[in-house]
């Protein structure tokens, strides 16, 4: 059973920084495409990041375009979301998937298995 286990959340204020990590278990994280995903209150999820196994494919959300990396370290079973320059429209729950389409998709549905979610709080 392929788990994912995301860490890294916490409050930020406007400008500031902050890196989320996500750790595969259950499975080498290089039979699989990464991705990240948000959920704000009362909104639904969003796509946010997504990079294919061998990091050769890397896709944006324009809203986070410029300011958000992706990257990931096979070795570690590890994918991390680096996100500079903080905005309060950026607070939400991110969330970890990791999809058998090991070249990446922006496509929520096209992931078989989500981690439980890192809170980001972005003050003003």
């Known amino acids: 059973q392929v788990q994912l286990v995301e860490s890294g959340g916490g409050l930020v204020q406007a400008g500031g920084s902050v890196r989320l990590s996500c750790t595969v278990s259950?499975?080498?994280?290089?039979?699989?495409?990464l991705g990240w995903f948000r959920q704000a209150p009362e909104k639904g999820r969003e796509f946010v990041s997504a990079i294919s196994w061998r990091s050769d494919n890397i896709y944006y959300a324009d809203s986070v375009k410029g300011r958000f990396t992706i990257s990931r370290d096979n070795a570690k079973n590890t994918v991390y979301l680096q996100m500079d320059s903080l905005k309060p429209e950026d607070t939400a729950v991110y969330l970890c998937?990791?999809?058998?389409?090991?070249?990446?998709?922006?496509?929520?549905?096209?992931?078989?298995?989500w981690g439980q979610g890192s809170q980001v709080t972005v003050s003003s």
């Open positions: 259950g499975g080498p994280s290089k039979n699989y495409g």
């Open positions: 998937a990791a999809s058998g389409l090991r070249v990446g998709t922006t496509r929520g549905y096209e992931y078989e298995y």
